[in-house]
Structures are given as structure tokens and as C-alpha cells.
């Protein structure tokens, strides 16, 4: 492809954002059905209790009701899938317990759905549901994942005799033993990987359609992907594809968490059914608190074993994964990935990393923003950090020594991944450099003077992004000469549309303005992976290429016929078929309506399925501010080199860096899941649970060192999480370093509350008085 304007490598600013800000968006809320009627859910208050439902009669009775439904009503549906079942150790199946669309006799965590309301308007609906009579024999609950494996400890799930969901490693303790035996060092650590709320700005919505003629649904929801929605849908109404259409609007936010299939979207399509009109639901805040899937929410041990030189020999790894009380749709494989990625960008001669995923009587648990991934690099910079302080190492010393180097790739790590490229050491460096490493001494004294502490971290991160299911779709001229993208993956603001359009006008030599991308809608494309584990723009836009490429092809054939001039002859060039080296050309406009111009030779097909995971990598450099009375943490400086192998557009792609290290900043300074004894979700409006702010996070200075990626054929590594694997350990480590400078504190956990941090500052001030 020839250097070009608007193509890739290129600046171009949003081409959605004007219809954004100018209130031209249309979420799902938004979507206004004639006659449709409203939805709610009626769920538990306690975390584990068995239940009746009284006499429905008068309820059914209430102004407007049209339907009450119980678990009884729905016995005919399937339960939600869990698509991602783990085995044991021992080759046997996880415990799968069911997942009913509607709780059958017994609540197993705090908003578990016990029935569905419809009536004419939401407070109608929601009245109605709030009059149902439910009786409650509470039982006892487990909430905390540290007791959740205790003799006496409550089962969420009796029938398996233990509240293990699955046990399983990779490596072998054998294997380790002996480099632990022979270790001049042994560093230990324990750390609390906290539970998140996803809290995208739009909260879920979902409306029910059905036709009776047809016998076939339309799902309208807010989701990360219409395909995969329509395959689960499938399974638990029991009809065929055919019979499901799912359409995505505009989206804000998604986060992981909107790409799950949820219990309403099957309920508000047998309520259609039944009352024989649209159904519409959207979830208020608490709702999203308690019905949606939570993410994190591990608690880990990591030990490494080192040479006399610093070198690491072994690494063992122990999770504790908490799934909540029900499977979620990939729940299960989420601490697998991290276990799979508990090496980072080290060489590390021997793993041993066990898995133990538990059942608590909580919300259900998934990926979240870098899903497992982030998880790893947090205990293992963490790690890496504690065993520098051990040796007395620098910092950045230690993981010179450890960095897998550019000579040995392609790498093969003890957890089964393949490293194709990397250069560690020099992106570290790079950011080391760009952050005034060197230059420290001087701002923590001139906080000293403030009467603040000052500290400094970073940490270096792999990733692993776009593999598995490949992306087809295609690329259309249109009668009016502007051309369309139909693509499978689905944006949540991302920048999808300029993404795409950018790849079209470097191929079809047109402005970004005239290419128009279709997505989330299962009846204009038949296939799609969505959007998730950073995949849309490695995968999506190496397919949008190759449709490109196959319909220059296709209007060169076409163009030759009005030209008179064979097809190896012509050239793209302003937006037209041209004869080489003439002024001899026909536009996009009259070859789309030329007679012989059919449907099939306007459109170009393309597809890709990645060979393999591509490696994004790099080093966050963070440097925190504390106010030793209140404890408070202010981010101050904070600098990024990433490796993102190639850039399609440095705009978005540091918009997406940004947002996923305001996220990493959340975790680890702010945001805190808190259930009581009985199971109450203590934190379930933003009254209790802090996000950051923007005045949480400082000016960011990023930058990119890339080296191409070897398993895409443009090149390009997945970007959409890698800021938020790389932010939460490069805040906590500066944070470990600014207490341990001033008091001595060698640890402390997520989230870095002002709480927290005042409370450990206190505790170190009396045993240091003592």
C-alpha cells in the first residue's frame, strides 16, 4: 500500500465523534418500539436463602401487569451456558452446576433473579415486582474467598461436597523442587487481586421483539459482539439460528462485561412471545451492581527462586480464583489465562502454577479489562519488585538480568505461550529515560519540603491479544460511490469506524469520510467473533484489508470493460479505476452503476484467522504523592512506552492506552468490592464504590516502541487492555516505594485507600516509636 493521507499510520481524528457529542448517538435506551411494553426483575435480597413465592393472583391483578413469570413459567428454557468449562487436574469435568434463567427454590448471592414482571409502563412493572410476596429461610453464606475452602465453610453447591469449581496447574511441582532446593534466595509474596465493577457509562438495555408469522425473535441489546449472543440464545430457547435475530446499537462502554450472554436477554424474548409485543428493560445503577458480572477478585501467592546473581531459577504460583455462585460465560478459563501468562517477559527455567477456582455465594465473576492477564502482571511485577529489595538490586537492574532477550525469539515459555518478538529491556529503558528515572532524588525532596512522601515504580508487562476465532466479512462499493465495511466485531467506543475507514482509504484511495462501517446486526452478516482480548483492530483490520484488496481486484475486472483495457493494466488512484500512466479513468460512482456493475462483483470478501496470539509489551513508569496525615495518593507523573508492533492511528491508540490506565489507577487507588458476612453487597452504588475521576490521573506521556508482530500480516498486536495490565502493579510498586522510603512499608494491598494507607502508616509509626 502506497503512503497515503488518511491511511494507516495516520492521525485522523474520529470520524464518529461530531454525531457523539452532538447528541446523534442511539444506545439501546434510545430505541423506541411502537406499543412496547417494560420489564422488571424482581431479586433476592440475601446472599443464600431457600424461598416461596406466594399466591401470584392479585399481583397479576395490578394496574397494567401483563405477565408474571417464575421459575415455574420457564422450566421449558435452558439454563445460561458457560461456554468456557475448565477440567481438573485429573482430566475430570469441572463441577457445572445450572444456571437457571430464573432461580428455582433457592438464591445463591444477592440479586439473584427470582421473577420477571411486564406491564405497561417501568414503575408499573417495577410496583408489581415489589408486591410479590417471597418467604425467606436464610441459610449461611460464604462471601470470603480466603474462608471459602475452610472444613466448615458453607457450599454454594452441596452436591459437589466442596466449594472447588476445578483444580488444576501448569508445570509441576516437581519440576520446580529442586531449583527451589539449590536457590540462594527464596522471595515470597501474598497479594489480594480486589473485585471490580465494570461500570461502563451505559448501563445494560435489552428489547424483546416476535414475530408470530415467522416464529422468529429480535434481541436489541448493548453487547461486544450479536454473534455470540445469538449462539447462546439459541441453546436456551432451543430454536435454530435462523430463528434469533441480535441487534447492537451504539454502546457505551463494554469492558468484557457486555460481551456475556445474561439471563434477561432469553426472559424478555419468551415475555414477547407471550404478551404478543415489544418488551423493553434497562438497568438502573444497582442493578449493573448486582446482576452483572463482577471481575478480578483473586487471592494469590507467588514464590521465586534466584541465584546468588539475581537470576531467576523458578517461579511457583498458587490462585485462588473466586467465581461467585454461578458460572459465568468464560468465568472458569479467566485465572487459567493468567496462569498461562505467570511468567511475563522473564526467562524463568521453571514454572509451577496451580489454579483453584472457587464457588462463593457472590455475583458471578468474568473477564474484565485484560481478563486474566492484567492479574499476572500484577503479582509478578509485585514479585519482581520484592525480590530487587531482597538482593538489594536496582530496581531496574533485576529485570535486565531476567528479560527474555530479541536473540532468543521466538520464545517458547514454560506456560505453553510463543513470544515472536520483543525488546524488553530497550522499552523499559526507553520509559526509564522518558520518566526522569535518574532525575527522582530531586522531586522527592521538594515533596519532602511539602511534608509529603514521594515514590516511584514501574513495571514491565506482556500480554497476550487476537487469537483463536478469525474475523470474515466484507468490503461493498455502494451506488453513490462511497464504500462499506461489514465487520463481526462490535465497537464500544473504541473508534471502530475510523479505524476501518482508515484501512479502506489507504487501499481504495478515498477520504475516510466516505467509508461507512456496519456492524452488530446477525441478519446483514452471518459471522462475527466480536469485541474482546484486544481483538477487533489485529484481526478485524487485517479482514477489512483482504476484502479491499479483493474488490480492487473485482472493479479493476469491471473497469477494464468500460475502459478497453486489460485489468493489469489499471491502477487505483483519487478515488477511481485510472489506466496507468493516463489521464484515462472511471470513478467508483459510474462503475457502481454500470449494467454490468451485480451485487457480487461490488462486494469483496475477505478473512482472517489469527495463526497464533500476537505480544503487545511494555513499561509503565508511575510516580505517586502521598499526604502522610490523610494518607491520601496522588498520581502525579506517569509515563508509557509501549510495543504495539505496528500503528494504525496513534490518536485512538493512546486514547486506548489512557483509558485502560485510568481504570489500572481505579483498581489500585480507589475502587473497593465489599460484601458483609451475610453477603450484602456493602458497595453497590457510587455513594460506597469510588472510580477514578479525571482529577485522579495526571497528563500521561506515552510513547510507542514497536516491533512488528510475526503472526499478523500487518503487523499490529492487540492494544485495547494493555493499559490497564500495566498500570495497577506500576502504582502499587511506587506506592510500596514511597512508604517503604519513608516508614519501612514493604507491602500493602489493593486498592491503596486513604484508609489503608493511613492505617499502615500509623501501625509502622508505633513500631517504629517501640
Given at each position: 500500500?502506497?503512503?497515503?493521507?488518511?491511511?494507516?499510520?495516520?492521525?485522523?481524528?474520529?470520524?464518529?465523534?461530531?454525531?457523539?457529542?452532538?447528541?446523534?448517538?442511539?444506545?439501546?435506551?434510545?430505541?423506541?418500539?411502537?406499543?412496547?411494553?417494560?420489564?422488571?426483575?424482581?431479586?433476592?435480597?440475601?446472599?443464600?436463602?431457600?424461598?416461596?413465592?406466594?399466591?401470584?393472583?392479585?399481583?397479576?391483578?395490578?394496574?397494567?401487569?401483563?405477565?408474571?413469570?417464575?421459575?415455574?413459567?420457564?422450566?421449558?428454557?435452558?439454563?445460561?451456558?458457560?461456554?468456557?468449562?475448565?477440567?481438573?487436574?485429573?482430566?475430570?469435568?469441572?463441577?457445572?452446576?445450572?444456571?437457571?434463567?430464573?432461580?428455582?427454590?433457592?438464591?445463591?448471592?444477592?440479586?439473584?433473579?427470582?421473577?420477571?414482571?411486564?406491564?405497561?409502563?417501568?414503575?408499573?412493572?417495577?410496583?408489581?415486582?415489589?408486591?410479590?410476596?417471597?418467604?425467606?429461610?436464610?441459610?449461611?453464606?460464604?462471601?470470603?474467598?480466603?474462608?471459602?475452602?475452610?472444613?466448615?465453610?458453607?457450599?454454594?453447591?452441596?452436591?459437589?461436597?466442596?466449594?472447588?469449581?476445578?483444580?488444576?496447574?501448569?508445570?509441576?511441582?516437581?519440576?520446580?523442587?529442586?531449583?527451589?532446593?539449590?536457590?540462594?534466595?527464596?522471595?515470597?509474596?501474598?497479594?489480594?487481586?480486589?473485585?471490580?465493577?465494570?461500570?461502563?457509562?451505559?448501563?445494560?438495555?435489552?428489547?424483546?421483539?416476535?414475530?408470530?408469522?415467522?416464529?422468529?425473535?429480535?434481541?436489541?441489546?448493548?453487547?461486544?459482539?450479536?454473534?455470540?449472543?445469538?449462539?447462546?440464545?439459541?441453546?436456551?430457547?432451543?430454536?435454530?439460528?435462523?430463528?434469533?435475530?441480535?441487534?447492537?446499537?451504539?454502546?457505551?462502554?463494554?469492558?468484557?462485561?457486555?460481551?456475556?450472554?445474561?439471563?434477561?436477554?432469553?426472559?424478555?424474548?419468551?415475555?414477547?412471545?407471550?404478551?404478543?409485543?415489544?418488551?423493553?428493560?434497562?438497568?438502573?445503577?444497582?442493578?449493573?451492581?448486582?446482576?452483572?458480572?463482577?471481575?478480578?477478585?483473586?487471592?494469590?501467592?507467588?514464590?521465586?527462586?534466584?541465584?546468588?546473581?539475581?537470576?531467576?531459577?523458578?517461579?511457583?504460583?498458587?490462585?485462588?480464583?473466586?467465581?461467585?455462585?454461578?458460572?459465568?460465560?468464560?468465568?472458569?478459563?479467566?485465572?487459567?489465562?493468567?496462569?498461562?501468562?505467570?511468567?511475563?517477559?522473564?526467562?524463568?527455567?521453571?514454572?509451577?502454577?496451580?489454579?483453584?477456582?472457587?464457588?462463593?455465594?457472590?455475583?458471578?465473576?468474568?473477564?474484565?479489562?485484560?481478563?486474566?492477564?492484567?492479574?499476572?502482571?500484577?503479582?509478578?511485577?509485585?514479585?519482581?519488585?520484592?525480590?530487587?529489595?531482597?538482593?538489594?538490586?536496582?530496581?531496574?537492574?533485576?529485570?535486565?538480568?531476567?528479560?527474555?532477550?530479541?536473540?532468543?525469539?521466538?520464545?517458547?515459555?514454560?506456560?505453553?505461550?510463543?513470544?515472536?518478538?520483543?525488546?524488553?529491556?530497550?522499552?523499559?529503558?526507553?520509559?526509564?529515560?522518558?520518566?526522569?528515572?535518574?532525575?527522582?532524588?530531586?522531586?522527592?525532596?521538594?515533596?519532602?519540603?511539602?511534608?509529603?512522601?514521594?515514590?516511584?515504580?514501574?513495571?514491565?508487562?506482556?500480554?497476550?491479544?487476537?487469537?483463536?476465532?478469525?474475523?470474515?466479512?466484507?468490503?461493498?462499493?455502494?451506488?453513490?460511490?462511497?464504500?462499506?465495511?461489514?465487520?463481526?466485531?462490535?465497537?464500544?467506543?473504541?473508534?471502530?469506524?475510523?479505524?476501518?475507514?482508515?484501512?479502506?482509504?489507504?487501499?481504495?484511495?478515498?477520504?475516510?469520510?466516505?467509508?461507512?462501517?456496519?456492524?452488530?446486526?446477525?441478519?446483514?452478516?452471518?459471522?462475527?467473533?466480536?469485541?474482546?482480548?484486544?481483538?477487533?483492530?489485529?484481526?478485524?483490520?487485517?479482514?477489512?484489508?483482504?476484502?479491499?484488496?479483493?474488490?480492487?481486484?473485482?472493479?479493476?475486472?469491471?473497469?477494464?470493460?468500460?475502459?478497453?483495457?486489460?485489468?493489469?493494466?489499471?491502477?487505483?488512484?483519487?478515488?477511481?479505476?485510472?489506466?496507468?500512466?493516463?489521464?484515462?479513468?472511471?470513478?467508483?460512482?459510474?462503475?457502481?452503476?454500470?449494467?454490468?456493475?451485480?451485487?457480487?462483483?461490488?462486494?469483496?470478501?475477505?478473512?482472517?484467522?489469527?495463526?497464533?496470539?500476537?505480544?503487545?509489551?511494555?513499561?509503565?513508569?508511575?510516580?505517586?504523592?502521598?499526604?502522610?496525615?490523610?494518607?491520601?495518593?496522588?498520581?502525579?507523573?506517569?509515563?508509557?512506552?509501549?510495543d504495539f508492533g505496528v500503528t494504525l492511528n496513534p490518536l485512538l491508540l493512546e486514547g486506548q492506552v489512557h483509558g485502560g490506565v485510568a481504570q489500572g489507577i481505579g483498581q489500585a487507588l480507589h475502587e473497593r468490592t465489599m460484601f458483609s458476612p451475610e453477603g450484602q453487597l456493602?458497595?453497590?452504588?457510587?455513594?460506597?464504590?469510588?472510580?477514578?475521576?479525571?482529577?485522579?490521573?495526571?497528563?500521561?506521556?506515552?510513547?510507542?516502541?514497536?516491533?512488528?508482530?510475526?503472526?499478523?500480516?500487518?503487523?499490529?498486536?492487540?492494544?485495547?487492555?494493555?493499559?490497564?495490565?500495566?498500570?495497577?502493579?506500576?502504582?502499587?510498586?511506587?506506592?510500596?516505594?514511597?512508604?517503604?522510603?519513608?516508614?519501612?512499608?514493604?507491602?500493602?494491598?489493593?486498592?491503596?485507600?486513604?484508609?489503608?494507607?493511613?492505617?499502615?502508616?500509623?501501625?509502622?509509626?508505633?513500631?517504629?516509636?517501640?
Open positions: 500500500m502506497k503512503p497515503q493521507k488518511f491511511g494507516m499510520g495516520q492521525p485522523v481524528r474520529r470520524l464518529e465523534d461530531a454525531r457523539f457529542v452532538s447528541g446523534g448517538g442511539r444506545y439501546t435506551a434510545d430505541v423506541m418500539k411502537d406499543g412496547a411494553l417494560a420489564a422488571s426483575f424482581l431479586r433476592s435480597p440475601h446472599a443464600h436463602a431457600r424461598f416461596t413465592i406466594g399466591d401470584l393472583t392479585d399481583v397479576r391483578a395490578m394496574p397494567g401487569v401483563r405477565l408474571v413469570l417464575t421459575s415455574e413459567d420457564v422450566a421449558h428454557l435452558g439454563g445460561v451456558p458457560c461456554l468456557a468449562p475448565m477440567p481438573n487436574a485429573d482430566g475430570k469435568e469441572m463441577a457445572l452446576p445450572d444456571y437457571p434463567v430464573l432461580a428455582k427454590g433457592e438464591v445463591r448471592h444477592v440479586g439473584d433473579a427470582l421473577a420477571m414482571v411486564v406491564a405497561d409502563t417501568e414503575a408499573q412493572a417495577r410496583e408489581a415486582a415489589e408486591a410479590i410476596a417471597v418467604t425467606y429461610d436464610a441459610l449461611p453464606a460464604i462471601v470470603d474467598l480466603d474462608r471459602a475452602l475452610d472444613h466448615d465453610a458453607p457450599l454454594v453447591w452441596p452436591e459437589f461436597n466442596s466449594n472447588i469449581a476445578y483444580e488444576n496447574a501448569i508445570g509441576s511441582a516437581d519440576s520446580v523442587a529442586p531449583l527451589f532446593a539449590k536457590a540462594a534466595h527464596v522471595v515470597s509474596l501474598d497479594v489480594v487481586n480486589n473485585r471490580l465493577v465494570a461500570n461502563f457509562m451505559e448501563p445494560r438495555a435489552a428489547i424483546g421483539e416476535y414475530d408470530a408469522g415467522s416464529g422468529a425473535y429480535t434481541l436489541t441489546t448493548s453487547s461486544q459482539g450479536v454473534h455470540g449472543l445469538q449462539g447462546a440464545l439459541t441453546g436456551i430457547l432451543k430454536i435454530g439460528a435462523d430463528k434469533i435475530r441480535v441487534v447492537t446499537p451504539d454502546v457505551g462502554g463494554g469492558f468484557g462485561t457486555k460481551a456475556f450472554i445474561y439471563r434477561e436477554y432469553p426472559l424478555l424474548l419468551e415475555a414477547t412471545k407471550r404478551v404478543g409485543k415489544p418488551v423493553r428493560w434497562v438497568a438502573d445503577r444497582s442493578e449493573h451492581f448486582l446482576g452483572d458480572a463482577h471481575g478480578r477478585d483473586n487471592l494469590t501467592r507467588a514464590e521465586m527462586a534466584l541465584d546468588a546473581s539475581g537470576k531467576f531459577l523458578a517461579l511457583r504460583v498458587d490462585i485462588r480464583a473466586n467465581l461467585g455462585a454461578y458460572l459465568s460465560q468464560f468465568g472458569p478459563y479467566i485465572p487459567w489465562l493468567a496462569a498461562t501468562m505467570a511468567t511475563g517477559p522473564y526467562h524463568i527455567e521453571a514454572v509451577h502454577a496451580r489454579v483453584r477456582a472457587i464457588y462463593t455465594h457472590t455475583i458471578p465473576v468474568d473477564a474484565y479489562r485484560g481478563a486474566g492477564r492484567p492479574e499476572a502482571a500484577y503479582l509478578l511485577e509485585r514479585l519482581v519488585d520484592q525480590c530487587a529489595r531482597a538482593l538489594n538490586l536496582p530496581r531496574e537492574e533485576i529485570r535486565a538480568r531476567n528479560f527474555v532477550r530479541p536473540d532468543e525469539m521466538p520464545y517458547k515459555t514454560h506456560t505453553e505461550r510463543t513470544y515472536d518478538v520483543g525488546e524488553f529491556e530497550a522499552a523499559m529503558r526507553q520509559a526509564l529515560q522518558s520518566a526522569g528515572y535518574r532525575d527522582f532524588a530531586g522531586r522527592e525532596a521538594m515533596s519532602r519540603a511539602m511534608g509529603k512522601i514521594r515514590g516511584i515504580g514501574f513495571a514491565s508487562y506482556i500480554e497476550c491479544t487476537a487469537w483463536g476465532e478469525g474475523e470474515k466479512g466484507f468490503v461493498s462499493l455502494e451506488q453513490d460511490g462511497t464504500l462499506s465495511v461489514l465487520v463481526g466485531t462490535q465497537s464500544n467506543g473504541q473508534g471502530h469506524a475510523t479505524a476501518y475507514a482508515q484501512i479502506v482509504a489507504q487501499h481504495l484511495d478515498v477520504a475516510p469520510e466516505r467509508v461507512r462501517v456496519v456492524q452488530g446486526d446477525t441478519a446483514v452478516l452471518a459471522s462475527g467473533g466480536g469485541t474482546g482480548g484486544s481483538r477487533s483492530i489485529p484481526v478485524g483490520a487485517v479482514m477489512v484489508s483482504r476484502a479491499s484488496e479483493k474488490l480492487i481486484e473485482q472493479l479493476k475486472e469491471l473497469a477494464s470493460e468500460k475502459l478497453e483495457t486489460a485489468a493489469a493494466d489499471l491502477e487505483v488512484a483519487d478515488g477511481a479505476i485510472r489506466v496507468a500512466g493516463t489521464d484515462r479513468a472511471i470513478s467508483y460512482e459510474e462503475l457502481a452503476r454500470a449494467p454490468t456493475a451485480s451485487p457480487e462483483r461490488l462486494k469483496g470478501g475477505g478473512e482472517f484467522v489469527p495463526p497464533d496470539a500476537t505480544y503487545p509489551n511494555g513499561t509503565h513508569v508511575c510516580e505517586v504523592e502521598i499526604d502522610p496525615d490523610s494518607g491520601e495518593v496522588a498520581v502525579v507523573r506517569y509515563t508509557v512506552c509501549d456493602v458497595t453497590a452504588t457510587f455513594m460506597d464504590y469510588a472510580i477514578p475521576r479525571a482529577a485522579d490521573c495526571p497528563s500521561f506521556s506515552f510513547q510507542t516502541r514497536n516491533v512488528p508482530s510475526t503472526t499478523n500480516p500487518l503487523g499490529l498486536k492487540g492494544a485495547g487492555e494493555a493499559g490497564s495490565i500495566g498500570a495497577a502493579p506500576a502504582v502499587m510498586n511506587a506506592v510500596v516505594d514511597a512508604l517503604r522510603r519513608a516508614y519501612g512499608i514493604a507491602h500493602i494491598d489493593m486498592p491503596a485507600t486513604p484508609a489503608r494507607v493511613r492505617a499502615m502508616i500509623d501501625l509502622a509509626q508505633r513500631r517504629n516509636a517501640a
